[in-house]
């Protein structure tokens, strides 16, 4: 059974921190290109970053680039979303994301998790 599970959301402050993660079971995570997309409410899903299933490279959207880093541990399963310099805009529910491209595609979502970014 295919579980994605993020971590980490909650409620932050302007120019504060969180660290999203996502641990992943059920499928061969180490071949899975994982991503972190947002949506805010009232608004459309937004693509946030993305991450090669080797580590190897890594994508973001203008809007968080420089605030925002993807990481992920194959060895643990886990993809990770450190977010720094929080803004309001950024506030949002975080899903992850993972794909795999071959022969025949696979797309799995985890359920997501709320980050609020407020004074």
């Known amino acids: 059974q295919v579980q994605l599970v993020e971590s980490g959301g909650g409620l932050a402050q302007p120019g504060g921190s969180l660290r999203l993660s996502c641990a992943a079971s059920?499928?061969?995570?180490?071949?899975?290109?994982m991503s972190w997309a947002r949506q805010a409410p009232g608004k459309g899903l937004e693509w946030v970053s993305g991450i090669y299933s080797d580590g190897s490279d890594t994508y973001y959207a203008d809007s968080v680039k420089g605030r925002f880093t993807i990481s992920r541990d194959n060895a643990k399963n886990t993809v990770y979303l450190q977010m720094n310099s929080l803004k309001p805009e950024d506030t949002a529910v975080y899903y992850c994301?993972?794909?795999?491209?071959?022969?025949?595609?696979?797309?799995?979502w985890g359920q997501g998790t709320q980050v609020t970014v407020s004074s």
């Open positions: 059920g499928f061969t995570f180490s071949s899975y290109a």
């Open positions: 994301n993972a794909r795999y491209s071959g022969t025949r595609q696979y797309d799995y």
